[in-house]
């Protein structure tokens, strides 16, 4: 009932109250208080339809004010439908378009009036069709409510298809049955496109790191070419590849891969010079990779080759300390489209492969370098020979004392020299037995080597010590020679005594220098491929981060290059290691360290040294400490002591497996300090023991482990120098244990 018609029957009903009054004035006093009643009554009920008229008019007040807010929220839903950034569609059960906001209209690109009825499945591009059928059934049906995130390609009615993705739920009435089902769309071109960059870049980064690994584990250069090769062609397809040396402004082909070779020609005599190949020549003036879309074989320098077929044809220069020593050669069967990224990517392994050629330099270099010291070593040994040769013809051309001996071995005659060797009168001599001048068992030498000539008429020589008329020793070398009388038979016998005493010291000394330069020889062919070997992954490692920093700075994350920064870190503290064990034993060998002991707590010494290993390398194993006896003090130097015990523990730990325990013992006796090291490592091989203190000795079972053999070397030495000596217990396979004994002075 509506305000307007209340108002009206309230008035009709004062219009008759009027007429009950003018009646019962009429009437008479008899019939006055009823009707009064009545009409008082009625004045009752018209005040309650007055308040319940005012009540309805509040109701409806309210009520159109509800109404507008609806209307306002409708038109707000409408807007927010309308001009919402993603697609918004209702279609009925069977996927037939009933509304559609403007996003949708734009992503589909179709007009509203022509599609209303329509099957949205025209819209879905035809090999996502028939599983769009299937989810639609699936929500007609009720089996499911609603999808999400639905990854489905759109053909729009005009332009290329898109990725997309869609939310749809079902629209039930008051009855739960299905009204229809709405919609949402979302152009995810960007996000696939991301994925499809991340997803690339993963794979390219593996695929250096593969590169990279076998860069820093081989020097063979067409293995680690080979690699860089097949790790390219895992993230940058290609039908043929390419890797060409710059000499002397000559190409040089020096590694490949699927070339047509029809002729089967021997590529590896290809030479050209640059000047007949202007694409290569423009890259070494501009230093910038070159991509040209179609090209023959011919056409880019591989004339004799002689295939027909077209390529795309990358060429991106490698370098050397940023100068251009190659080219790294890519060629795609046409239409290959290599995008920029993919071009910056070739450059990342063409500066891998430059380090390649690098290191292969670097290990010819060191090769010719040990073959020249080779040949040095033995010229300086042929030139030791010659030099003691010309020093026997100095000797032998000196004046010898010489002797005539009866066949008794008298001496008969002597020349003037003789007194200069006996310290005597020439003639004093004659007369004595020639064994006389010899000690009393070296007498019998001289007898047999007299009879010996004697009965085989051939000469002979004999070395041994004599002694002057002043009893001074000296070392003779005698030369026997038969004189053979007139029936040719030996009576007499010539002997040639040459002091031989300074021959002997300088025999002695030029075979321990001759001794000493082999063995300086051989350290020094060790230390050059200990070097070569020990400092060329730290030095790649450093070169390596350096360079992708350079190329790559603006690319990486804070993240990647803190880690590249670390690498470097690395690398320059693993060198800075080396440098100082080497410098260390100089010192040691020049005996620049001196031994100066203090009176020392050798407990709390030995625990602040776990604890300082613990805190560094040792970080994953378990250490202990075990003292034996109740004495805590001892003498010692402590620096000497510190540089033999860390090496012994560094070592526990390099060659101990993670988690294992490293013990340290302390025994502490009056007459000398004894520490022992024991791990649970790998142990020393039987064919190592001899040598374990060798400087630059690695055992058989050391490697991959990190190390240049001087930790022990330097150990040994540190305790000569304190008069202490080292001794180790150790099996394959179960451990190994180290004694150091230091003498104390007992007072």
């Given at each position: 009932?509506?305000?307007k018609?209340?108002?009206?029957?309230?008035?009709?009903?004062?219009?008759?109250?009027?007429?009950?009054?003018q009646?019962?004035?009429?009437?008479d006093?008899?019939?006055?208080?009823?009707?009064?009643?009545?009409?008082?009554?009625?004045?009752?009920?018209?005040?309650?339809?007055?308040?319940?008229g005012?009540?309805?008019?509040?109701?409806?007040?309210?009520?159109?004010a509800?109404?507008?807010?609806?209307?306002?929220?409708?038109?707000?839903?409408?807007?927010?439908?309308?001009?919402?950034?993603?697609?918004?569609?209702?279609?009925?059960g069977?996927?037939?378009?009933?509304?559609?906001?403007?996003?949708a209209?734009?992503?589909?690109?179709?007009?509203?009036?022509?599609?209303?009825?329509?099957?949205?499945?025209?819209?879905?591009?035809e090999?996502?069709?028939?599983a769009?059928?299937?989810?639609?059934?699936?929500?007609?049906?009720?089996?499911?409510?609603?999808?999400?995130?639905?990854?489905?390609?759109?053909q729009?009615?005009?332009?290329?298809?898109?990725?997309?993705?869609?939310?749809?739920?079902?629209?039930?009435?008051?009855a739960?049955?299905?009204?229809?089902?709405?919609?949402?769309?979302?152009?995810?071109?960007?996000?696939?496109?991301?994925?499809?960059?991340?997803?690339?870049?993963?794979?390219y980064?593996?695929?250096?790191?593969?590169?990279?690994?076998?860069?820093?584990?081989?020097?063979?250069?067409?293995?680690?070419l080979?690699?860089?090769?097949?790790?390219?062609?895992?993230?940058?397809?290609?039908?043929?590849?390419?890797?060409?040396?710059?000499?002397?402004?000559?190409?040089?082909?020096?590694?490949?891969?699927?070339?047509?070779?029809?002729?089967?020609?021997?590529?590896?005599?290809?030479?050209?010079?640059?000047?007949?190949?202007?694409?290569?020549?423009?890259?070494?003036?501009?230093?910038?990779?070159?991509?040209?879309?179609?090209?023959?074989?011919?056409?880019?320098?591989?004339a004799?080759?002689?295939?027909?077929?077209?390529?795309?044809?990358?060429?991106?220069?490698?370098r050397?300390?940023?100068?251009?020593?190659?080219?790294?050669?890519?060629?795609?069967?046409?239409?290959t489209?290599?995008t920029?990224?993919?071009?910056?990517?070739v450059?990342?392994f063409?500066?891998?492969?430059?380090?390649?050629?690098?290191?292969?330099?670097?290990?010819?270099?060191?090769?010719?370098?040990?073959?020249?010291?080779?040949?040095r070593v033995?010229?300086?040994t042929?030139?030791?020979?010659?030099?003691?040769?010309?020093?026997?013809?100095?000797?032998?051309?000196?004046?010898?004392?010489?002797?005539?001996?009866?066949?008794?071995?008298?001496i008969?005659?002597?020349?003037?020299?003789?007194?200069q060797?006996?310290?005597?009168?020439?003639?004093?001599?004659?007369?004595?037995?020639?064994?006389?001048?010899?000690?009393?068992?070296?007498?019998s030498?001289?007898?047999?080597?007299?009879?010996?000539?004697?009965?085989?008429?051939?000469?002979?020589?004999?070395e041994?010590?004599?002694?002057?008329?002043?009893?001074?020793?000296?070392?003779?070398?005698?030369?026997?020679?038969?004189?053979?009388?007139?029936e040719?038979?030996?009576?007499?016998?010539?002997?040639?005594?040459?002091?031989m005493?300074?021959?002997?010291?300088?025999?002695?000394?030029?075979?321990?220098?001759?001794?000493?330069?082999?063995?300086?020889?051989?350290?020094?062919?060790?230390?050059?491929?200990t070097?070569?070997?020990?400092f060329?992954?730290?030095?790649?490692?450093?070169?390596?981060?350096?360079?992708?920093?350079?190329?790559?700075?603006?690319?990486?994350?804070?993240?990647?290059?803190?880690?590249?920064?670390?690498?470097?870190?690395?690398?320059?503290?693993?060198?800075?290691?080396?440098?100082?064990?080497?410098?260390?034993?100089?010192?040691?060998?020049?005996?620049?360290?001196?031994?100066?002991?203090?009176?020392?707590?050798?407990?709390?010494?030995?625990?602040?040294?776990?604890?300082?290993?613990?805190a560094?390398?040792?970080?994953?194993?378990?250490?202990?400490?075990e003292?034996?006896?109740?004495?805590?003090?001892?003498?010692?130097?402590?620096?000497?002591?510190?540089?033999?015990?860390?090496?012994?523990?560094s070592?526990?730990?390099k060659?101990?497996?993670?988690?294992?325990?490293?013990?340290?013992?302390?025994?502490?006796?009056?007459?000398?300090?004894?520490?022992?090291?024991?791990?649970?490592?790998?142990?020393?091989?039987?064919?190592?023991?001899?040598?374990?203190?060798?400087?630059f000795?690695?055992?058989?079972?050391?490697?991959?482990?990190?190390?240049?053999?001087?930790?022990?070397?330097?150990?040994?030495?540190?305790?000569?120098?304190?008069?202490?000596?080292?001794?180790?217990?150790?099996?394959?396979g179960?451990?190994?244990?180290?004694?150091?004994?230091?003498?104390?002075?007992?007072?």
């Open positions: 009932m509506s305000e018609i209340f108002e009206v029957q309230i008035e009709t009903i004062y219009q008759r109250l009027d007429v009950l009054r009646k019962a004035a009429l009437l006093d008899s019939g006055q208080a009823p009707l009064d009643e009545a009409i008082e009554s009625l004045s009752l009920v018209l005040e309650e339809l007055e308040v319940a005012e009540e309805l008019v509040q109701q409806n007040d309210e009520l159109a509800a109404y507008g807010l609806l209307e306002v929220e409708r038109q707000r839903y409408r807007e927010l439908f309308e001009f919402a950034p993603d697609g918004y569609l209702v279609t009925d069977q996927g037939l378009i009933q509304e559609a906001n403007q996003a209209i734009n992503l589909l690109q179709f007009d509203l009036k022509f599609v209303l009825g329509k099957p949205l499945t025209i819209y879905v591009e090999n996502d069709r028939r769009f059928r299937a989810r639609l059934n699936r929500l007609n049906s009720g089996l499911v409510d609603h999808v999400d995130d639905w990854e489905i390609w759109l729009p009615r005009h332009g290329a298809s898109f990725p997309a993705s869609i939310t749809v739920s079902r629209v039930p009435n008051g739960s049955n299905l009204l229809g089902l709405r919609w949402l769309f979302r152009d995810i071109s960007k996000r696939v496109q991301a994925e499809a960059a991340e997803h690339e870049q993963r794979l980064a593996e695929a250096l790191r593969q590169a990279i690994s076998t860069l820093n584990s081989s020097l063979d250069l067409e293995k680690v080979d690699s860089i090769l097949e790790n390219v062609k895992l993230v940058i397809p290609y039908q043929a590849a390419t890797v060409m040396s710059l000499e002397d402004h000559t190409l040089r082909l020096i590694h490949w891969q699927g070339l047509p070779n029809p002729t089967q020609v021997d590529l590896s005599t290809f030479r050209l010079p640059l000047s007949q190949n202007p694409t290569l020549a423009t890259i070494l003036a501009t230093g910038q990779s070159s991509l040209i879309e179609a090209v023959t074989l011919a056409q880019a320098g591989l004799h080759l002689d295939s027909p077929d077209v390529y795309t044809w990358l060429a991106t220069p490698i050397i300390h940023e100068a251009i020593v190659g080219f790294l050669n890519l060629y795609g069967q046409a239409p489209h290599y920029p990224g993919q071009v910056q990517q450059q990342a063409a500066d891998e492969a430059g380090i390649a050629l690098t290191n292969a330099q670097l290990y010819a270099s060191l090769k010719d370098y040990s073959g020249d010291l080779e040949q033995a010229e300086r042929r030139e030791l020979i010659q030099s003691k040769a010309e020093i026997e013809v100095i000797l032998n051309s000196s004046s010898d004392a010489i002797v005539l001996l009866d066949s008794r071995g008298i008969q005659q002597v020349n003037q020299a003789c007194g060797f006996f310290q005597a009168p020439p003639t004093s001599a004659i007369g004595q037995p020639l064994a006389h001048l010899a000690k009393t068992e070296d007498a030498k001289i007898h047999q080597a007299i009879q010996a000539i004697l009965q085989t008429k051939q000469a002979g020589r004999l041994l010590e004599l002694h002057d008329q002043m009893g001074q020793a000296f070392f003779a070398d005698i030369a026997f020679s038969p004189v053979e009388n007139r040719g038979q030996p009576g007499e016998i010539v002997c040639s005594i040459r002091d005493t300074q021959r002997k010291l300088l025999e002695s000394s030029l075979r321990q220098m001759l001794e000493r330069e082999l063995e300086l020889s051989r350290l020094k062919t060790i230390f050059i491929q070097v070569s070997h020990e060329r992954t730290p030095l790649s490692l450093i070169l390596l981060s350096s360079e992708s920093l350079r190329v790559y700075w603006d690319k990486l994350s804070s993240e990647q290059q803190t880690k590249k920064f670390a690498m470097i870190e690395k690398g320059v503290r693993r060198l800075t290691e080396m440098m100082e064990h080497i410098v260390l034993l100089s010192e040691a060998e020049s005996v620049s360290l001196l031994f100066n002991p203090i009176h020392l707590n050798l407990e709390t010494f030995c625990k602040n040294l776990l604890a300082d290993m613990e560094g390398i040792g970080d994953q194993h378990e250490f202990l400490f003292r034996v006896g109740d004495a805590t003090y001892g003498n010692a130097d402590d620096k000497l002591l510190s540089q033999v015990l860390s090496n012994l523990l070592n526990a730990v060659y101990s497996p993670t988690g294992s325990l490293i013990l340290l013992t302390l025994n502490i006796r009056p007459e000398a300090l004894q520490f022992q090291v024991r791990d649970e490592g790998i142990g020393i091989t039987p064919t190592d023991r001899h040598h374990i203190f060798d400087a000795y690695r055992g058989e079972n050391f490697d991959p482990i990190e190390g240049i053999g001087l930790g022990l070397t330097m150990a040994k030495q540190a305790l000569e120098l304190q008069g202490g000596t080292i001794t180790f217990e150790s099996e394959p179960q451990g190994s244990t180290f004694t150091i004994s230091i003498p104390q002075k007992i007072s």
